[in-house]
Structure formats: structure tokens, C-alpha cells
């Protein structure tokens, strides 16, 4: 039996493929987890209006990224923490706490997923850090970690 991916499936084919499977694994397991359906002309016509509104839905989600990205970009962050006196972290800096910082400076939400370090971050320094907001777009900027006072905490 011929059906239409509607997903991508590993060992398969891509979304929007037309692919030869058996007869009982479509009935059985594609189609009632809506994977996919006969290859009809209307399931073709329905599929190539969803790309076209996936696609659409992408490019505004891009450029939305490419607006927050331009707050971070290039900028330095501090984050203050507390360390023995070799510089040796207590702990680490997580990405969650880099996206608290960016949130308290730049008042932007991000999620803690995009952050990317080259490094675990443990020591006192200067960090290049990475943030993908979407696969297409990225921004670049420096991380900070400096001693904090010890009568603040």
C-alpha cells in the first residue's frame, strides 16, 4: 500500500514522501497515530496547504528570533558568584542562571534550551557563550563570572 507521511519517520521517509509500506502497518499503527494517509489527491492538496503554512509560521517565528537576537548580540553579561580564593567556582554557572542575567539586563525571556557554552564553567573569567534562538539564527556574547561580594549574599 502507498501512503503519505505526514511526519518524519526514521528508517521511512521524510514528511510529504510517498512510500510502499504493508498493508497492516498502515492500518495498524500509521494511520490511527495520524502519521500517515492514502495517497489521494485530496491528502496531497491538504499537505501542500500545510507546508506552505508551516513555511509561513517559520519565517515570522525567524524573524521574531532575529529581533531578540539583536538585544544579545555582541553584549557582556556579569554574573557574580561566590568562589574559593584560587577562583574555583562552588558549583558552576548553568544556563539557567545565564538566562536570568540576560532576562534581569536586556528584559527578554529565553529559554534555558538555547544556551550553548564551549565549556562547563567553573571558574572565575571571561566565557564566550552561544544562544541559538532558531537554527538560523544565533547570537553571540561574553559571560562574565567575577567574585561576588560576600557581604551582598
Known amino acids: 500500500m502507498k501512503v503519505l507521511l ?3 519517520i526514521v528508517h521511512l521517509g521524510k514528511r510529504g514522501d510517498i512510500v510502499k509500506v504493508s498493508d497492516g502497518y498502515a492500518r495498524n499503527f500509521l494511520f ?5 494517509s492514502l495517497e489521494t489527491a485530496e491528502n496531497l492538496r491538504l499537505l501542500a496547504i500545510e507546508k506552505k503554512r ?8 525567524k524573524a521574531n ?3 531578540t537576537a539583536k538585544f544579545v548580540e555582541g553584549k557582556a553579561f556579569t554574573i ?4 574559593n580564593e584560587e577562583g574555583v567556582l562552588f558549583g558552576s554557572v548553568t544556563p539557567t542562571m545565564i538566562v536570568d542575567m540576560i532576562a534581569k539586563d536586556c ?6 534550551k538555547t544556551v550553548h557554552m564551549e565549556e562547563h564553567i567553573k571558574e572565575l573569567g571571561v566565557y564566550p ?9 544565533q547570537a553571540s556574547c561574553r559571560l562574565w563570572v567575577v567574585l561576588a561580594d560576600k557581604a551582598s549574599e
Open 54 to 61: 508551516a513555511a509561513k509560521l517559520d519565517e515570522e517565528m
Open 6 to 8: 505526514w511526519q518524519d
Open 65 to 67: 528570533c532575529r529581533e
Open 32 to 36: 490511527p497515530r495520524r502519521m500517515a
Open 129 to 137: 557563550v552561544k544562544i541559538v534562538f532558531h537554527p538560523e539564527v
Open 107 to 112: 528584559a527578554i525571556k529565553i529559554d534555558a
Open 80 to 83: 557574580e558568584v561566590l568562589a
